[in-house]
């Protein structure tokens, strides 16, 4: 069975600085997906930034990047030019490689809380 | 284009009873799943329908049974409500064939006292 762990239960950034939130995941398996979801109080999971086990180019997305280390199976999250609405829950998550059609469920690590000081 | 819809928002319920759970998934996506999210946790998947089958299970009790209809949108069941069960009940649905993550709704948050 796949794990997720984040060790950081909480991070606290100042507005526009550049805050790093970690993940390591356990799995025996070559290919796989690596998502960061943000879920602020309004509790929707909203997906951040997805990585392909398969891809050595660490996926960008605005002021959001990862560092993909698949050899450590370390997943960081990394934003960029902090903003108060950046202020929420951030999960990491694992899932496997699409079946097609049958996708597995994704597994997911405790979370870590994001404050964004003004 | 509307997101994933789930009903109700909050829901008491009384030990031993009975819960049903409702989604409605995103607009083109055919797989709905469903994870239970205790506080301070992060969600754990429960299970997975595709086609009207329950395709993967997670490690959850019999107790938690679901259904998906033929227009994809799907029910959560659970029987003989414990304590242990308050929780936010989170669905996300996705299309088989597409790689980009589920899109979650905002849950339901079930109280049982």
């Known amino acids: 069975a796949q794990t997720v762990t984040q060790s950081q239960p909480e991070m606290s950034v100042q507005e526009a600085e550049t805050v790093t939130l970690s993940c390591t995941y356990d799995?025996?398996?070559?290919?796989?997906?690596l998502f960061w979801y943000k879920q602020p109080p309004s509790r929707q999971m909203i997906l951040v930034i997805r990585?392909?086990?398969?891809?050595?180019q660490n996926a960008t997305e605005n002021r959001f990047s990862v560092n993909f280390q698949k050899a450590a199976k370390s997943f960081s999250l990394k934003i960029s030019d902090s903003q108060l609405g950046d202020a929420a829950m951030y999960f990491c998550?694992?899932?496997?490689?699409?079946?097609?059609?049958?996708?597995?469920?994704?597994?997911f690590g405790k979370g870590t809380h994001l404050i964004i000081q003004p | 284009d509307a997101g994933v819809t789930q009903s109700p928002t909050h829901l008491i319920k009384t030990r031993g009873q009975q819960v049903t759970l409702r989604c409605s998934p995103k607009?083109?996506?055919?797989?709905v799943s469903w994870y239970q999210q205790a506080l301070g946790q992060g969600p754990q998947f429960i299970f997975q329908?595709?086609?009207?089958?329950?395709?993967q299970r997670g490690n959850f009790p019999d107790r938690f049974s679901g259904h998906q209809f033929p227009n994809y949108s799907s029910e959560l069941n659970v029987n003989a409500l414990l304590l242990g069960d308050s929780a936010l009940y989170l669905c996300?649905?996705?299309?088989?064939?597409?790689?980009?993550?589920?899109?979650f709704g905002s849950g339901t948050r079930l109280t049982v006292v």
């Open positions: 998550a694992y899932r496997s490689s699409d079946s097609g059609g049958g996708a597995d469920g994704l597994t």
């Open positions: 799995t025996s398996e070559s290919d796989y997906y």
């Open positions: 990585q392909e086990a398969y891809k050595q």
């Open positions: 607009s083109g996506h055919d797989t």
């Open positions: 329908y595709y086609e009207e089958e329950e395709r």
């Open positions: 996300a649905s996705f299309r088989g064939i597409s790689n980009y993550g589920y899109t």
